[in-house]
């Protein structure tokens, strides 16, 4: 299953897994303006995520920067803009 374009609560992960625990999950990000998926993370209920899936990691070819107000980078933990 490929999920994108909105936040993907873990309780429906959970909850499909639990029906078919067969199945993989994704959870794609990327920018709405040209439909491409940029980040992916695979979903499964051994995961120790809150109640969304993460974006994940840049997939194969694309890079990804978090930068601040002056396209610094921002430290880890430290809120800033997804640049891809």
Do not use: H
Request: aromatic fraction near 10%; hydrophobic fraction near 40%.
């Amino acid at each position: 299953i490929l999920s994108a374009g909105e936040n993907l609560p873990t309780k429906i992960c959970n909850d499909i897994l639990q029906l078919n625990p067969k199945l993989k999950i994704y959870n794609d990000y990327g920018p709405t303006e040209i439909s491409v998926a940029a980040t992916e993370y695979e979903y499964n209920l051994a995961a120790k995520v809150n109640n969304y899936v993460p974006i994940g990691k840049p997939i194969n070819n694309a890079l990804i920067f978090i930068l601040d107000k002056y396209l610094n980078p921002s430290p880890p933990r430290v809120l800033g803009e997804l640049y891809i």
